[in-house]
């Protein structure tokens, strides 16, 4: 059975910083590209961040690129994404995601239950 655990989200102020972390169990982590996507409240989920099995390849959403960095560890199975000069705009609930091959850009089959990060301005 593929689990993916998130962690580390709640509340921030404006400009600071928050650390969301991903364990996943089930399937071959590092065989896996990872990525992060929120959704608001009535918004539609949006594509945060993703990382190719080796870290080698990252990709980022316009609206977070130059403030987040995904990155991974594939002794520990986790994903992680660190968010800087964070904005009321990012307050969402954050779920990781397990991709359908190695590369960034294929799709995701499986998704966690995602963990609240509330911005406060």
């Known amino acids: 059975q593929v689990q993916l655990v998130e962690s580390g989200g709640g509340l921030v102020q404006t400009g600071g910083s928050l650390s969301l972390s991903c364990t996943v169990s089930g399937l071959t982590f590092s065989s896996s590209a990872m990525g992060w996507f929120r959704q608001a409240p009535g918004k539609e989920r949006e594509f945060v961040a993703g990382?190719?099995?080796?870290?080698?390849?990252?990709i980022y959403g316009d609206s977070v690129k130059g403030r987040f960095t995904i990155s991974r560890d594939n002794v520990k199975n986790t994903v992680y994404l660190h968010m800087a000069d964070v904005k009321p705009g990012d307050t969402a609930v954050y779920s990781c995601a397990a991709g359908r091959s190695r590369y960034v850009g294929v799709g995701y089959n499986y998704w966690g239950q995602g963990t609240q990060v509330t911005v406060s301005s």
């Open positions: 990382i190719s099995w080796n870290g080698g390849t990252t």
